[in-house]
Every structure is written in C-alpha cells, then in structure tokens.
T-cell receptor, first 109, second 111 residues
Framework: DAKTTQPPSMDCAEGRAANLPCNHS???????VYWYRQIHSQGPQYIIH???NNETNEMASLIITEDRKSSTLILPHATLRDTAVYYC??????????FGTGTSLTVIP | DVKVTQSSRYLVKRTGEKVFLECVQD?????MFWYRQDPGLGLRLIYF???????EKGDIPEGYSVSREKKERFSLILESASTNQTSMYLC??????????FGDGTRLSIL
C-alpha cells in the first residue's frame, strides 16, 4: 500500500478555499486515493476518493496529478465546522487502510 | 446512509477482565474492521473480517480476538484487559471496493 505524506497542520480563513496536499509518490497504478476527516470525538468520515481523474462531490473536490504522485483535497468554501484532522490514504483493496497522523486543519473566523 | 453502531461510547474496565466491544452495521456489508486510535499513532488495524466466521489479523492483533457469527455484527474481545489497551476503538464496514464507513468509536479505559 502507498505511503502518504501530509503536512501536520494548516490554517484557512473562513469562506476561503482550503487546499490540503498529500504526497503519495509510491502509489501503484491500481491504488485509489481516499480522503477522510475526523472531528474530535467522532469516527472518521468519508469525503471522497479517486483513481486517476479529478473528482467532485457535495463535500469537496479531489485533484490528482497526472503522474498520480500527489493529490489535493479542496474544500471550496471552508466553514468553522470543517475544522478537523484530514487523512489521505492510498489503497487498492480498501481492506488495509493505513491512517497516518493526517493534517489538522483549523478554519479561522 | 450507512449506519455503523458501536455499543458504548465510553467504557471503564479493570485489568484482567474480559472485555467485549460490539459493532453492528445495517447495510449488509461483508467487510468489517476494528481499529484502535492513539495520540500520535493514527489509526492502527487490529482485525478485519470479509465474511461470517472469517477473520484476518491486522497490524496489532496481539491481546485481541474477534467474533463474527452474523453478517451485521463484529465483536472485538480483549481476553485479559491490560492498561496498555486503554484507547479509542473504532469499527468500520464496507461493501466491495467502496470506502469504509466508521462508527463513532468506544473510548475504553482499563484501570
């Protein structure tokens, strides 16, 4: 499974786009990139996942570079409720998720 | 929406006790997982199950066992609880190659 690297923390102003980077240089061709977030005292919440193409849903957009070595999760209009730890995971089976320590995003009023 | 329910949000047990953590999902998912989460270590996989009565060890199975007698229920068992098993325990389920869905966790304290 791909090893992922994320910055430990980031700040974002409320109402602005939050861009969370993830490096997964060892990802293989059949491994998906998944993003989750975890708000204090709750279980991780699924956000989005993708393989090669950029993806968008009601929560976020996922931009995957052409070489698939990195990706960016975009929260288009961050709110205070988006303050959480965000995890990027690379996996092809979905059965061996390795959650690292993620990026702690703080949305500032 | 998928609902994964863990039986307790908070639990306090004593060293040496046998502890059962229960997890139920309502979406007929064949795959279920148990993780523990500790500060600075992220989530670590203890066991997972891909079918009734089937189980696979994760990264840290020592001191734990699991039971899956029915598709919707996956139990984590601490055979003889120790203080180093104080942690947040998270259950998840999924179908096929779809993403995992998590419960809200059980914060277990072993005294």
């Amino acid at each position: 499974d791909a090893k992922t690297t994320q910055p430990p923390s980031m700040d974002c102003a409320e109402g602005r786009a939050a861009n969370l980077p993830c490096n997964h240089s060892t990802i293989s061709g059949n491994e998906y990139v998944y993003w989750y977030r975890q708000i204090h005292s709750q279980g991780p919440q699924y956000i989005i996942h993708g393989l090669k193409n950029n993806e968008t849903n009601e929560m976020a957009s996922l931009i995957i570079t052409e070489d698939r070595k990195s990706s960016t999760l975009i929260l288009p209009h961050a709110t205070l409720r988006d303050t959480a730890v965000y995890y990027c995971i690379g996996d092809w089976t979905g059965n061996q998720f390795y959650f690292g320590t993620g990026t702690s995003l703080t949305v500032i009023p | 929406d998928v609902k994964v329910t863990q039986s307790s949000r908070y639990l306090v047990k004593r060293t040496g006790e046998k502890v059962f953590l229960e997890c139920v999902q309502d979406m007929d998912h064949e795959n279920m997982f148990w993780y523990r989460q500790d500060p600075g270590l992220g989530l670590r996989l203890i066991y997972f199950s891909y079918d009734v009565k089937m189980k696979e060890k994760g990264d840290i199975p020592e001191g734990y066992s699991v039971s899956r007698e029915k598709k919707e229920r996956f139990s984590l068992i601490l055979e003889s609880a120790s203080t180093n098993q104080t942690s947040m325990y998270l259950c998840a389920s999924k179908y096929g190659y779809q993403p995992q869905h998590f419960g809200d966790g059980t914060r277990l304290s072993i005294l």
